[in-house]
């Protein structure tokens, strides 16, 4: 018998590093056609529904066309604000105070709701709206969108100190009357003003200081009132948001009016800020002087514009609109990423996996990796077309769309080829989990859909529960398609698709969260287990 | 002498059938009972819609003053939302575990006539649908009685405790169980077009729940009431509206003879194919 | 180093199955060794366990000294084909061998060259699932070439192949032998292994009945008889006996002599006269070894529950 030498293989060249498995799992996942052309079917799938469905009914309902939407103007940090209201004021050059009494505030709305043209009858109900406003502004200029810093009465939130349309501070609380009138006062010096308000015209709180920086020598200082479209929440659906708001308007009286400082005008005159169609479709817009008594009646508002159109009388668009879709697309990659693991259980090519590659949780995280990659990569120039092509059409439909950052913008398409990414991720860690594909499949699709259809206050009808569904469950991750901020000091319906329970990437983070804890028990149970 | 014997041949003639359809649903509900997943699936129908029903619930709130609009009835059988996608499993399971096994054509070398073997599986599934539905639906209106006057749905603020002999409230009920039975039938037709048990269930899970969806963001009212009309189970939820009758897109009955419609479709088409195509 | 196998003390259970009970072997270079046994006795699971896809509940399995594990770049180790039909089926053949390659950092080119080594030719570009068994297992024993391995490990791999294929398998598994490398091929036929096979690990019931090379295994199933045709049976036997052989009739004129060697039993024969035809030493085929042994693993496993014999 001769002995045979043992076989040594002549050369050893390679590696078996975590950069070759995810090269692996990519040549696995790029090698099955039908993966490859499903993960683009997701993404045409999110881009032409996307952009189909929201036009398919033209948009606009109504109301003003694109003529409304070019008048809109911007604050001074650039987002879309209303500035809308009866002002009665003069010039303050240089340094000054102005203080009043707020004696009463009522108001009215005009119950047939809906976008109200001109011609409209004006058969108004009493009603004070929360966020109606009566109260002093100092005022950059009267150009709309100009910087400001105001002290109001309201409907129902007390004494408050506004600025610069996004800023809102308490002051004193409680209604105003005659019983209970509220002194209020504003104090410049240079770029500073301070609010301060009182109950008695003696005893004065200083409510804040804010700054104005470039508040130019002369300014405009006076009285105002205003009152937001009445919004009735509780719609049946989220398509008929529109129709839940009824113009009103609000009427303060004054008195002990004092504005001391440079009075270059020395007379108090009045004029309707905004837009004229507004005013016309009110009665009763204008003010009326007695003595040293001041009525002033008001619509209008001084705030940012909210998504969702339920404090403009004009559509308005975000830059998430066309993003409707992802759910969808969302769907089939999340169906994606469960068989690309589920697959190799059904055949028992798990097996060769896994000789192939006995480190088993670094198997998992190179499949993690490549699924994760490839739906952000394709998801990217997705969500970017979706967010810039669907703003574009909106535009030429005349909707507007609220301004944001281009930080904004980065956020929403990163955000959302983030979104699929761990949405994959999460499914292929389920997959793992389950490892037969029909429970695997279909357990992903509950943790999405279930709480995205039980997330629309419409099937409900408890807005604390949608909001849970967008705050606990994987489908918290929407949040980082919202782009606008949401207002305490503006009404409005903060649900989806505009406004989402978590802030954008904590909601992200959620989901995050998801897929870490599925990725673990994935990794805990694939070492524990025979293959 | 002729006619006397084909006189003898159509007399045993449907007594035979009926044994052979008998012993053909015999062997399917056996089939069906020693596959351990069936008991779990049919557990998970109940407990599922059961305990998501009980979460809506005990989260809902009416406050004082808000003037609080909900429909309780449908609000306390939210969970049949999440049970039917467990009504989708076991529709899907039925079948397409036969055809990745192969054991399709043993099922049909055993018994040749396909559209028996179609009509016996989707009996015995709406056997074992039928039974979990009424359970699900009992015990998430059960949860609703209960939990539902605690949390502000009290008969002083206008919803009366919920109950069967109420009208609109029997036909929700009754209405569910019959819904979640269909939805078992839809799928399953489905799922004999589409054989393969992934894809089934991405395509039936898809028809239950992107729909609604759609309506929610289609820009056109149209579209959206075409939407909510037609479409499945968005028709079909509707049969759960006890208030605001007058603002539904099509009636309560109505909606779920539009899901048996598609459900028929779904059976009809399936048996077809069935018949057409090789095992 | 020597690369080869070492299983030492394998117990597993499944439940209440005792799928191995103590299973010890190792596989030496330059051959191949059969690994045999009924279904059931324990032959995949131990491969399993050596490819460290299952975990034993006692017990080692190394491979090249290391357990699986810890081996870097483990396919050029231990090549092992389990389960032909572990596939994605809408996967091309090439492409198969292409993630596998890839996992292990190694190019394209050695795809071309396994792929040619077995036979597979320009079928590779092909979807995987519209294979017969038989280019399963070619596939198959291509994926575990891939590495150019020291140590090949193949469960079955002549299932479903063709005639030609089985030719091919087995001058192909003689010659990775040659080379020095160390292979161990299961099946639950033997006369698979037959011309193939140097050495034998024959397990039943978890653990292993016979560690022995084919040589040894057939001559101590063949037990030095000696088989003869006669027409005068009873008095070849009475002659037989005489001189001390152990005489069994098998046939209406054969008969099986043991205690005898063949040039004796002729020349008693001779000596008495009695007629005879085909003297010849009896070499028991492997399938009658094997079934000589894995008639006492059933027998065994008839008997209850007990502890091994020492």
């Known amino acids: 018998m001769t002995t045979i030498a043992p076989y040594r293989a002549p050369q050893q060249a390679g590696q078996d590093g975590f950069w070759q498995l995810a090269h692996a799992e990519w040549t696995k996942f790029r090698t099955v056609r039908g993966w490859l052309i499903a993960a683009i079917f997701a993404m045409v799938l999110i881009d032409g529904l996307g952009l189909a469905l929201v036009d398919a009914g033209g948009g606009v309902g109504g109301g003003c066309r694109a003529s409304c939407a070019a008048a809109v103007p911007t604050g001074p940090s650039g987002e879309a604000v209303l500035d809308s209201f009866y002002y009665v004021r003069q010039p303050l050059s240089a340094d000054g105070s102005l203080t009043v009494r707020v004696t009463s505030l009522t108001g009215e709305y005009q119950p047939q709701g809906g976008y109200v043209g001109p011609h409209t009858p004006s058969g108004l109900a009493s009603k004070l709206v929360p966020w109606a406003k009566a109260g002093i502004v100092i005022q950059q200029s ?241 969500a970017a077309l979706a967010v810039i092509a669907g703003s574009a059409i909106s535009r030429s439909r005349g909707i507007y769309i609220l301004p944001v950052s281009w930080l904004t913008q980065v956020q929403v398409i990163v955000g959302v080829a983030a979104l699929l990414a761990v949405a994959a991720v999460l499914a292929m860690a389920v997959g793992t989990i389950l490892r037969r594909s029909v429970v695997a499949v279909a357990t992903v699709i509950v943790m999405f859909l279930v709480p995205y259809v039980l997330g629309d206050t419409s099937v409900l009808g408890s807005p604390a529960l949608s909001e849970w569904m967008f705050r606990v469950t994987p489908v918290a991750a929407f949040a980082i398609q919202q782009s606008v901020p949401a207002y305490a000091q503006v009404a409005g319906q903060y649900g989806p698709p505009e406004y989402f329970a978590l802030a954008p990437w904590a909601g992200l983070a959620v989901l995050c969260a998801y897929a870490a804890v599925a990725l673990a028990l994935a990794t805990y149970l694939l070492r524990r287990r025979d293959a | 002498m002729a006619q006397a014997t084909a006189a003898g041949r159509n007399a045993t003639l449907p007594a035979g059938r009926a044994r052979k359809g008998l012993a053909v649903l015999r062997a399917e509900w056996t089939k069906v009972r020693t596959v351990p997943e069936t008991g779990w699936l049919v557990a998970a129908i109940a407990v599922l819609t059961v305990a998501v029903s009980t979460a809506v619930i005990a989260t809902a709130r009416c406050a004082a003053g808000t003037g609080c609009t909900a429909d309780t009835t449908k609000l306390s059988l939210t969970g049949v939302l999440a049970g039917q996608a467990v009504v989708a499993m076991l529709a899907v399971l039925a079948i397409s575990s036969e055809y990745s ?41 059960l949860a609703g009685r209960e939990m539902m006057p605690g949390n502000g749905f009290t008969a002083a603020h206008g919803f009366p405790l919920l109950s069967l002999a109420h009208g609109p409230t029997l036909r929700a009920a009754v209405g569910s169980v019959l819904y979640l039975a269909l939805v078992g039938l839809l799928c399953f037709g489905v799922t004999v077009i589409v054989r393969d048990s992934a894809a089934a269930i991405g395509t039936v899970l898809g028809l239950i729940y992107l729909p609604p969806i759609v309506a929610l963001f289609v820009s056109s009212p149209v579209w959206q009431r075409r939407i909510e009309r037609y479409a499945p189970t968005s028709a079909g939820m509707t049969v759960q509206n006890t208030t605001g009758m007058s603002h539904l897109p099509i009636g309560p009955w109505g909606g779920l003879a539009v899901l048996a419609i598609w459900a028929a479709a779904a059976l009809i088409a399936g048996g077809l194919v069935l018949r057409l195509r090789d095992a | 180093m020597e690369a080869t196998i070492e299983v030492a003390g394998l117990h597993k259970r499944f439940g209440s199955t005792v799928a191995l009970d103590g299973m010890s072997f190792v596989v030496q270079p330059g051959k191949v060794t059969g690994f045999v046994g009924p279904n059931g006795a324990g032959k995949s699971t131990t491969m399993r366990v050596i490819l460290g896809l299952d975990t034993p509940d006692q017990g080692t399995a190394l491979v090249d000294g290391q357990p699986y594990a810890k081996l870097r770049r483990p396919l050029s180790h231990i090549g092992a084909l389990l389960d032909a039909g572990a596939l994605q089926p809408g996967r091309s053949a090439r492409n198969h061998l292409l993630w596998l390659a890839h996992s292990q950092g190694m190019t394209v080119q050695r795809v071309d060259e396994v792929i040619e080594q077995a036979g597979l030719g320009t079928a590779a570009r092909r979807k995987a699932g519209g294979y017969s068994l038989g280019m399963r297992q070619r596939l198959g024993i291509a994926a575990a070439m891939l590495g150019d391995p020291p140590i090949l ?126 003297v010849s030493a009896h070499r028991a085929s492997l399938e009658e070894a094997y079934m000589e042994m894995t008639r006492d693993a059933v027998e065994f496993r008839a008997q209850p529950v007990q502890e091994a014999t020492p």
């Not at chain 3, 161990?184 to 090379?213: F, K, N, P």
């Open chain 3, 153 to 278: 490990m193949l469960d079955e791999p002549f299932n479903g192949l063709d005639p030609e294929g089985i030719v091919w398998a087995r001058a192909f598994l003689r010659s990775l032998a040659a080379q020095g490398r160390a292979v161990l091929v299961s099946s639950h036929l033997m006369s698979e292994l037959q011309d193939t096979a140097d050495h034998l690990v024959v397990t039943g019931r978890g653990r292993v009945i016979a560690d022995t090379s084919v040589a040894e295994l057939i001559a101590a199933a063949s037990g030095d008889r000696v088989t003869l045709r006669t027409r005068e049976r009873s008095q070849a036997m009475t002659v037989l006996a005489q001189a001390g052989g152990t005489v069994a009739t098998t046939d209406r004129d054969t008969l099986s002599v043991g205690g005898l060697p063949a040039e004796r039993v002729v020349t008693l024969l001779t000596e008495a006269g009695v007629p005879f035809a085909e």
């Open chain 1, 142 to 382: 009267s150009k709309p969108g100009s910087a400001y810093a105001a002290m109001m009465v309201t409907g129902q939130h007390g004494v408050r100190m506004q600025y610069d349309y996004t800023g809102d501070i308490a002051g004193l609380p409680g209604q105003v009357s005659a019983a209970s009138p509220r002194w209020l006062r504003l104090t410049r010096s240079g770029d500073t003003i301070i609010g301060y308000d009182s109950a008695d015209g003696r005893h004065w709180i200083k409510v804040s200081s804010v700054q104005l920086p470039g508040l130019p020598k002369t300014v405009l200082a006076g009285m105002f009132a205003t009152s937001p479209l009445y919004f009735q929440g509780n719609f049946p659906s989220y398509a008929q948001s529109g129709g839940g708001t009824s113009p009103s308007r609000a009427t303060g009286v004054f008195d002990n009016v004092s504005l001391l400082g440079g009075r270059p005008g020395g007379a108090w005159t009045g004029e309707f800020v905004g837009s004229s169609e507004r005013m016309d479709s009110m009665p009763g817009i204008g003010f009326h002087q007695a003595g040293g008594r001041f009525t002033i009646t008001g619509t209008g508002d001084i705030a940012p514009i909210v998504g969702g159109g339920t404090n403009t009388n004009f559509v308005t668009g975000t830059i998430a609109d066309h993003l409707v879709a992802v759910i969808f697309g969302l769907l089939v990659l999340a169906v994606i990423g469960a068989m690309f693991i589920t697959t190799e259980y059904r055949r028992g090519m798990i097996r060769v996996t896994l000789t192939a590659s006995p480190r088993r949780g670094r198997m998992l995280a190179a499949k993690a990796v490549v699924i994760g990659l490839v739906c952000f990569v394709l998801g990217l120039p997705t």
């Open chain 2, 101 to 141: 096994t192969g054991m399709i054509r043993t099922t049909f070398t055993a018994m040749p006539r396909r559209f028996g073997v179609l009509a016996a599986k989707a009996t015995v599934l709406t056997g074992l649908v039928l039974p979990a539905a009424i359970i699900a639906v009992a015990g998430s209106l």
